[in-house]
């Protein structure tokens, strides 16, 4: 195996999104020809999916008290306003997003050849199983179809997990780790602003993630062949960015002022500083 990969996303750049047909979210309608444009023009960036992903209906406004724990700091509180999905909408996304992770690590098990590293991977994509069956139980105990809550955001993250694939199976698996570890901690922060409903996703999530072997093996291949260390230090840069877009793009109306940019600054800063120490703990420069 070539341990000198040239990566598929443009020079210091995004990672792409390929241009994916748009499912109705409720309460909108969807725009002729799919996406909308991004700044980059109309090939499809992750930018132009996350506007998509995030669109709910007008007239849901609620007051969010966004909660942060451990890394986030116990004390820390933060209060924003029509800055978040309603519970459903939180749910489904949740809920599939698990989905998502459990189907990355189910694809990297088939194209592994060691046994053990099958198995190491499969404790992972059975945590993640588990967390959405979780999810998906919490759905039906409200009262609502799974199904119908995931579907609005099943082809943009879809795409978003195919975008993030890397060119060979290390780079996936770093993927996965960091996209699942940075969107864990946000949920977790949100799941404080939902009651009861909440504070049981609050204990889905923090479940034993199982991915202690994805960091095993990532650290094993930059052991192998010092160049993996830069190639994958450079990969986890190009995704941290649009994963924190994802997060992000949770609590954006069309325009966000900058007093409510003063009120997210924190939350995303201790995202940022998690993100690091998981990068630390691999070996890899954040």
Known sequence: ?????????????????????????????????????????????????????????????????????????????????ELAPDVNTFLGQAAYLQLGFFETLSELIAMTPELAEKESLSRAAGAALTKHEELVALIRD?????????????????????????VRPEETMLSVHIIAGMLDDFYLALSA???????????????????????????????????????????????????????RAALRPPTLAASDEKKVEPVFTALMAAHSRRMEDMGLAA
């Open 142 to 166: 409200r009262g609502e179809d799974p199904t119908s809550l995931m579907l609005p955001f099943r082809e943009p993250l879809d795409a978003f997990r195919r975008a993030t694939h890397g």
């Open 1 to 81: 195996m070539d341990p000198r990969p040239s990566l598929t996303t443009g020079a210091g750049g995004p990672i792409h999104v390929g241009t994916a047909t748009r499912i109705p979210v409720a309460g909108r309608t969807p725009a002729a020809g799919g996406l909308p444009e991004g700044p980059h023009g109309g090939d499809g960036k992750v930018a132009s999916v996350v506007n998509w992903f995030w669109q709910r209906p007008r007239g849901a406004a609620r007051t969010l008290s966004l909660r942060s724990r451990g890394d986030f700091g116990e004390a820390r509180r933060v209060d924003f306003e």
């Open 193 to 247: 602003s939902y009651g009861d409903t909440g504070r049981r996703v609050a204990r889905i999530l923090r479940a034993d993630d199982d991915r202690q072997a994805i960091v095993e093996l990532v650290q094993d291949s930059i052991g192998a062949d010092a160049e993996w260390r830069s190639l994958l230090a450079m990969w986890g840069r190009r995704l941290v960015g649009d994963t924190l877009l994802i997060a």
